[in-house]
């Protein structure tokens, strides 16, 4: 599997200096909130939608038991840790992006419980037995690609490759959703991921044809 379709590099993931992330999350934490900048109408569902939440009364930290590509993890973290630095520092997946790290470019986007979501914006607490699928746990067993893997390869939907994880999450997402009835539909449902290349014909071209292949 190539690197931009793996989602495979060697950042530390790290929030550029001067940048509180802490302090957001802790705000983030105190509303409640659980929304990126996807599309409107899934925006309203995700912010309304309910999810367990496992935080100790006046603790710190919290265990935390979720199901992530398949495989079941348990750990012990900080409340205030997000979704994508739990993916990216804790359990080694790095093809979730951190791009904006505030909810604005869509290259952290995960399947949460088969939803999409932007992990910079999710508390891994509020994760508790939920199950996540990232960029990584797309391709079969066997390392035969997704459906839409292959289809951002065959129409060249990406240039340098960093989105692309969080694009094809999302046109998984999509997909699934029935949101591909015209190419109207997807850029309007895909609209909450950025590319900096300029890709969207293309990244349009492949969620169409993956879209067709299976009958969506």
Not at 46 to 67: E, K, M, R, W
Not at 136 to 164: K, M, N, R, S
Not at 189 to 210: D, E
Request: charged residues 20%.
């Amino acid at each position: 599997m190539s690197d931009k379709l793996s989602g495979e590099d060697h950042r530390d993931g790290r929030a550029p200096a001067g940048v509180s992330r802490r302090g957001f999350l802790s705000a983030t934490a105190a509303g409640g909130v659980v929304a990126g900048v996807l599309p409107p109408a899934l925006a309203a569902e995700q912010a309304g939608a309910s999810i367990a939440q496992a935080v100790a009364p006046g603790g710190h930290s919290s265990a935390l038991s979720v199901t992530v590509n398949g495989r079941r993890h348990q750990v012990t973290i900080d409340n205030r840790t997000s979704l994508l630095d739990l993916l990216r520092e804790r359990l080694a997946l790095p093809g979730t992006k951190k791009g904006c790290d505030q909810g604005a470019c869509g290259a952290c986007t995960v399947l949460l419980n088969g939803r999409r979501v932007n992990a910079c914006l999710t508390l891994a607490v509020r994760c508790q037995d939920a199950e996540v699928t990232t960029i990584e746990g797309l391709a079969a067993d066997g390392g035969e690609l997704h459906p839409l893997q292959q289809a951002f390869i065959e129409q060249d939907a990406f240039q340098c490759g960093y989105c692309t994880p969080g694009q094809i999450v999302s046109g998984v997402g999509c997909i699934r959703e029935g949101h591909t009835g015209s190419r109207e539909e997807i850029r309007e449902w895909m609209s909450g991921n950025l590319c900096r290349c300029g890709c969207y014909v293309k990244i349009v071209n492949a969620v169409a044809q993956a879209a067709s292949e299976q009958g969506s």
